[in-house]
């Protein structure tokens, strides 16, 4: 059964810098896709980025191309979410899931077609 460990959270200041990691476990790492979300309480959750990990390709939300960056370790079997120039409204718990398929999808994140969540990591952007 696939399992997300998501770490590399905390407090930056607006314009800051983090890197969240995302280790997985529990299953073949070039069979699926991951992907990034990220959830304020009361409010849904949001994808940001998918990676297919068969060949890399990456999916990303428009509304945070520019500043974010996935990348993996396949030795590793992590995936990473580098994140510029934060701002408050990117305060959020952040969390992996594995996609259904080893492609992701071209259009959109859909929730429910990603399992296996990890417990998340907080980001709180704040001066």
């Known amino acids: ?3 997300f460990v998501e770490s590399g959270g905390g407090l ?3 314009g800051g810098s983090l890197r969240l990691s995302c280790v997985a476990s529990g299953f ?3 069979d699926y896709a991951i992907g990034w979300f990220r959830q ?3 409010k849904e959750r949001e994808g940001i980025s998918c990676m297919a990990m068969y060949d890399g390709s990456i999916y990303m ?3 945070v191309q520019d500043r974010f960056t996935m990348s993996r370790d396949n030795a590793k079997k992590t995936v990473y979410l580098q ?3 934060l701002k408050p409204e990117d305060t959020a718990t952040y969390y992996c899931a594995k996609y259904g398929l080893h492609i992701c999808a071209g259009f959109g994140m859909v929730v ?3 399992d296996s969540w990890g ?3 907080q980001v709180t952007v704040s001066s």
């Open 28 to 30: 073949r790492w070039g």
């Open 83 to 85: 994140m510029d120039n």
């Open 12 to 14: 930056v200041q607006p």
């Open 61 to 63: 939300e428009d509304s």
């Open 40 to 42: 304020v309480p009361g």
């Open 112 to 114: 429910a077609d990603y």
């Open 1 to 3: 059964q696939a399992h």
């Open 119 to 121: 417990r998340g990591t």
